[in-house]
């Protein structure tokens, strides 16, 4: 297999991590990043891991060896199972970045992102150089799409209110209820409102049927009805 010193975060989403041995550790669920002052490009802190019994743990991108077409390996099989807490500072890109709204610097219209490229760098670190950003459609066809590098964009510092779900919730089309629903508890409280505000009904009654602890339902009036369901 090739190893890839590129990729994009949407690729890597379920792709099975493998310790030095050829042993399955888990699947990748997310990528940590820190933003930075200015337009530098935020550095990645490592990867998202479900283990086993559905539990996230955090593995530092140092210990990420190789990533492959169909896989990520790793330098040790010796891992910190500690359940994955998200500190101050740290965004999920996935979890957190996609659906963000930003502007093209070069034509100043408004687009969105649909997914994040990392990038090895000569010293071997990680960073998040690339965003694919898509223009809002017309008579119902698809925006046009721009492949552009972190700095020439510009929206992604501060925290956004009302950002939409749509590009997070097709990273979900090929898990089941329980493995949604679980996958929601482990967002941030924002983003797991936003992404109950555009599930359709079915899913969302599917994921709460299922969800041992619910989702929090959003605290909008305007989303009354529709989170009545997850009380």
């Known amino acids: 297999m090739t190893t890839a010193s590129r990729a994009y975060v949407s690729r890597l989403a379920g792709l099975t991590v493998f310790d030095p041995n050829g042993d399955r550790v888990g699947k990748v669920r997310d990528v940590v990043i820190a933003l930075r002052v200015g337009t530098a490009t935020p550095r990645v802190l490592g990867i998202v891991v479900e283990v086993v019994a559905r539990r996230r743990i955090f593995v530092p991108m140092g210990r990420v ?75 119902g066809r698809r925006g046009q799409l721009h492949q552009l590098a972190w700095d020439e964009v510009e929206g992604l510092a501060l925290p956004q209110t009302g950002q939409g779900a749509e590009t997070l919730i097709a990273t979900y089309r090929d898990l089941n209820a329980a493995d949604v629903a679980h996958a929601l508890q482990e967002l941030p409280i924002k983003r797991r409102h936003e992404v109950a505000e555009a599930l359709d009904d079915e899913r969302l009654a599917d994921t709460r049927s299922v969800g041992r602890e619910g989702i929090e339902p959003p605290t909008s009036c305007a989303s009354c009805r529709r989170s009545s369901q997850l009380s």
């Open 65 to 139: 060896t190789a990533i492959d077409p169909g896989a990520v390996m790793l330098a040790s099989g010796t891992l910190n199972l500690k359940r994955f807490e998200q500190r101050a500072g740290e965004t999920l890109v996935l979890g957190e970045l996609l659906d963000r709204t930003v502007r093209i610097l070069e034509s100043g219209r408004a687009a969105h992102v649909v997914d994040a490229g990392i990038e090895q760098t000569r010293t071997g670190d990680w960073v998040l150089s690339r965003l694919a950003v898509q223009e809002p459609g017309r008579l």
